[in-house]
């Protein structure tokens, strides 16, 4: 992907370094009784959290662990910065009716206060409709990388489209609308759950679209987001953690249908393809 490395974002909030603690530190209890082991009992533990679209991260390494010092960490900065703002410059020309406003991106290391509660690396990146906030420990692009084999700038990419995804519903009204059915509407493989995190993975792929059109792409970039969709199904991750499949606590939907429906934003560019409500089954 094709991105500018000195970019910097004023919608950015980097808390990195500020406390909350050391995110993965208060699930060592848990990860010693468990049989699930390490990557097993962080997606048990990741996978039903509802705004937030876990992809195996919390693996508790801070930027400077991980490798690469300053270097890295403004580089990292840098990147999400840009992906941010190239995203919500998309949605302000793509708004139902105009009018978009933006969200902010909160970057943080561990742990982090947020009006939806304390965000956790456990449970990787999340939108909060309260505040309006993203918010990422960037440690996680580490864990999609090596846990999840879904490497690359533009998978990356995806997590952050997809969070704004969410920001979007929220401004129009639909994931409120979602949340304020009944339980048994909302859970399962055909349930309001699974249909509202299928609809922002279809206008992460209508941000892609745009991307592409606009020659920020590289070879292999496509390829990079469809493995990251494919790699955090529910099925997918049901399967890794307890070797079983159980549709119904589906909450994200499966690999098929993640991959199904960013390519469907990604061909068509439109906002109004991704009506995954409409459908008798998504």
């Known amino acids: 992907m094709r991105w500018d490395q000195n970019h910097k974002s004023s919608d950015v909030v980097d808390r990195r370094g500020q406390g909350g603690g050391a995110g993965l530190l208060g ?19 990741g996978l039903y959290v509802g705004y937030r679209f876990f992809l ?26 840009f992906v941010l703002d190239d995203v919500q410059k998309t949605w302000e020309r793509k708004y139902p009716g105009g009018k978009y406003q933006k969200a902010k991106l909160v970057v943080f290391t561990g742990s982090t206060p947020s009006a939806c509660g304390t965000g956790r690396a456990s449970t990787g990146p999340f939108y909060c409709p309260a505040d309006r906030n993203a918010y990422i420990d960037l440690s996680f692009y580490d864990a999609l990388r090596k846990r999840l084999g879904a490497p690359g700038d533009f998978a990356q990419a ?9 920001h979007v519903q929220n401004l129009m009204g639909t994931s409120a609308k979602v949340h304020a059915a009944p339980k048994s509407q909302q859970a399962g493989a055909n349930g309001l759950s699974v249909r509202l995190e299928l609809q922002a993975d279809c206008y992460a792929g209508v941000w892609g679209h ?17 493995t990251a969709a494919a790699a955090i199904g529910d099925d997918r991750l049901q399967k890794q953690a307890t070797g079983t499949v159980s549709p119904e606590t589906f909450s994200h939907g499966t690999s098929a249908q993640r991959v199904k429906w960013f390519q469907r934003g990604y061909k068509s560019g439109d906002p109004a393809e991704c009506d995954t409500f409409s459908v008798p089954a998504p």
């Open 27 to 45: 699930l060592i209890p848990l990860l010693i009784r468990s049989p699930l082991g390490l990557v097993g009992t962080l997606i048990v533990v």
């Open 56 to 81: 195996g991260g919390g693996l508790g390494l801070s930027q400077d662990s991980a490798g690469g010092g300053q270097q890295t960490k403004d580089e990292s900065i840098a990147f999400v910065s």
């Open 158 to 166: 995806y997590v952050i489209a997809h969070e704004i995804g969410h």
């Open 210 to 226: 745009d991307t592409s059109q606009r020659k920020l792409l590289e070879e292999g970039d496509l390829e990079e987001a469809l």
